[in-house]
Structures are given as structure tokens and as C-alpha cells.
């Protein structure tokens, strides 16, 4: 009789685990390396470390607390430091992304990244992923063998946006240092403070508030499921080059983007995006070559507006609120599609 009994109350227990796993949401973990997978000779070390050196399960053990909000599942899309990110792993991320979202039994996304480019492939995600379900982007500053490793807590808060019922819908957020971004507004501000990741021109998105997220925004641009772009078919992205612009610019990078096969070009201006002189021949050649010029600004804050006449009469555009290289992300998708300026030039004011 009592075997009888403690095998019901065993029977009874699994059961009632089984159930409480069921009723958890299903959370993908999609690692790609980075400074939060990163290890180091020594825990005091915090440069100079081996960015994407940790797998996957280990960086899923090495936090537990995260299956008391989600049922995880891990799985490894690449293993680097992300200052080698290229649009190929960006592409093959994107396309991951929308075959698990179009699943029923996977309820949000989170991605390892490493900081450098974390911004990029955010908003490239922003832009192609078609789901309302939670995406979250989560990196380190700090390598995961540090003394005051930011990663598994930075690790958990990802996981509790993405099981959040009001990130849904919000598009592709980043979280770092507590704070939750946007990914068309956010970027690096800082070389290794932990407190790195902002939204210098709109602000955050929203924060963690003790256990929980609490938004207290949301973007007005396009963006996921209202996205117009398709890669579902997309094999290779247009070269597009970024060229920053100083004190001495004579237009030599110009020349030498569109000798190496440049399809657009975003111009790193000065100030409000301005074009040295002796750079704009350089530009305006490009243009009436076909390439797309797209004038952004390397001042971090601000938005870059319509230039001067003869800019406009060479056709070149303006990048609004995004920085260079969120307007390079923009431009190759945007040159995947059409080559016509007017329509660029909206997709620009649009997203």
C-alpha cells in the first residue's frame, strides 16, 4: 500500500512539473559569440580577452534563475567577435529568426551578440524579421570569466523581455545595464562601461523595474511585421561603404568605394552632414554613376537634414536621425529592392 501511494505521489509530482513547464513560454536563445561568451586568462582581466569562446549551453548553465521564466532552447548561429560581423551571418540570423517566430511553440527570441556591432544586427533584425513576438538582443561589456561579469544578469533580463506581453510589438529591443532600447534609436556611447548602450536623440524604450520590464514608449517608424522588406530569398546583400569625413577629406575614399563595386555610399559628414569640397565632385561623379549617396553625420546626436542645393541637385539623400551605420543597414536593404532615389528617399523618411 504504501509503495502504491508513493509511486501516486511521484506519478502526482512529475506530472505537476510537466504542467508547470507547459505553461511557461518557449524561449529560442540564438547565440552568435561575442564579449558575453568571452573568456580570459585571469577574472580580473576585462581587455584584451577572447571574444566567443563559450558555447551556448554553457552560457544557458551558467544561469539558471533564467528556467523559472522560460522553457529554453539554445542553439549556436555562429561563434565570433562581433567587430567580424558580416552580412552573410546577418542574413542566415534573419532568416533563422523568422523560420522559429513562425512557429506556435516559440514564444519569443533572444540573441547572444557581441557589443561592436550589436547595433547593426539589431536593426538589420528590425527591419527583416516578420513576427510581433518579442526579439531581444543582449551582449557584455565584461567577458563571462570576469569577477563582475555582466552578462548572466544582463543574460536573465533578456529572457523576462522576452516572455513580456508588452515588448510584443515594440520591434527588435536591445538590453544592456538594465535600460531596454529600441534598435533603430540605440548605440555604443561608450568604449567599456558597462553602462554603454543609449538612444542619445529619443531616449530609452524602457527599463527593468526590480523583477519586471516597464516600457514607457514605443517607436513611430516602421518596423518587424510592418517592414517591407523581404529576405527571404536575398542571397547576398548590396556593397554599401561608409565614408567618414574630416579636416584635409579630398574625396580619395569616394573615389576608391566605387572602384571596389559600391552600390551606395553613406557620407560620415561633419556637423549636419556637411560635404567638404573637394570631396563633392568625388560624390556627385558617384551619383551620376548610379551609386546612391546617402549624407548621414559623425556627430552622435541630432538629426541630419536636406542640404544645400547643389547636394540635392546631385541627388544625394539624407539620413534623418540614423547614424552612419544604421543608414548603411537601411541603404542595402533598400538597394535590394529598387534603385530608384524617390523611393529611397522615402524608405529613409519611413523607417
Not at 271 to 300: C, M, N, W, Y
Request: proline residues 3%; hydrophobic residues 40%; charged residues 20%.
Amino acid at each position: 500500500m504504501k509503495k502504491l501511494l508513493l509511486s501516486a505521489a511521484v506519478s502526482a509530482t512529475l506530472a505537476f512539473a510537466g504542467a508547470a513547464m507547459a505553461a511557461l513560454p518557449n524561449v529560442s536563445i540564438l547565440a552568435t559569440g561575442g564579449t558575453i561568451a568571452g573568456s580570459a586568462a585571469s577574472n580580473t582581466q576585462m581587455t584584451g580577452y577572447k571574444a566567443g569562446s563559450i558555447g551556448i549551453q554553457t552560457l544557458i548553465n551558467a544561469v539558471p534563475a533564467m528556467k523559472q521564466y522560460a522553457n529554453i532552447s539554445g542553439e549556436q548561429i555562429c561563434n565570433i567577435d562581433s567587430a567580424n560581423m558580416t552580412s552573410d551571418i546577418q542574413l542566415k540570423l534573419a532568416k533563422r529568426v523568422n523560420e522559429l517566430l513562425a512557429r506556435s511553440d516559440v514564444n519569443g527570441i533572444v540573441i547572444t551578440h557581441g557589443t561592436d556591432t550589436l547595433e547593426e544586427t539589431a536593426y538589420f533584425l528590425n527591419l527583416t524579421v516578420k513576427s510581433d513576438k518579442p526579439v531581444v538582443l543582449v551582449g557584455a561589456m565584461r567577458p563571462a570569466t570576469a569577477i563582475s561579469a555582466d552578462g548572466p544578469l544582463n543574460l536573465l533580463n533578456a529572457v523576462k523581455v522576452a516572455t513580456s506581453k508588452e515588448a510584443a510589438g515594440k520591434g527588435v529591443l536591445v538590453i544592456l545595464n538594465d535600460e531596454i532600447n529600441g534598435a533603430r534609436d540605440v548605440t555604443k556611447m561608450n568604449t567599456t562601461n558597462v553602462d554603454t548602450f543609449h538612444a542619445p536623440i529619443l531616449g530609452a524604450l524602457g527599463m527593468m523595474n526590480s523583477d519586471k520590464p516597464a516600457f514607457f514608449r514605443a517607436s513611430t517608424k516602421r518596423h518587424t511585421k510592418a517592414s517591407e522588406f523581404d529576405i527571404s530569398k536575398v542571397k547576398k546583400l548590396p556593397r554599401v561603404d561608409i565614408i567618414y569625413s574630416h579636416a584635409d577629406d579630398d574625396g580619395v575614399m569616394a573615389k576608391a568605394a566605387v572602384a571596389a563595386g559600391a552600390k551606395g555610399i553613406v557620407h560620415a559628414g561633419t556637423g549636419d552632414g556637411s560635404i567638404h569640397e573637394k570631396t563633392f565632385p568625388a560624390l556627385e561623379q558617384a551619383s551620376k554613376k548610379g551609386v546612391v549617396v546617402v549624407r548621414s553625420s559623425r556627430v552622435p546626436s541630432g538629426i541630419t537634414t536636406v542640404g544645400t542645393d547643389e547636394w540635392t541637385k546631385a541627388g544625394i539623400l539624407e539620413s534623418g536621425s540614423l547614424n552612419p551605420q544604421k543608414a548603411r543597414i537601411l541603404l542595402q536593404l533598400a538597394l535590394s529592392k529598387t534603385t530608384n532615389r524617390e523611393e529611397i528617399r522615402r524608405i529613409f523618411e519611413q523607417y
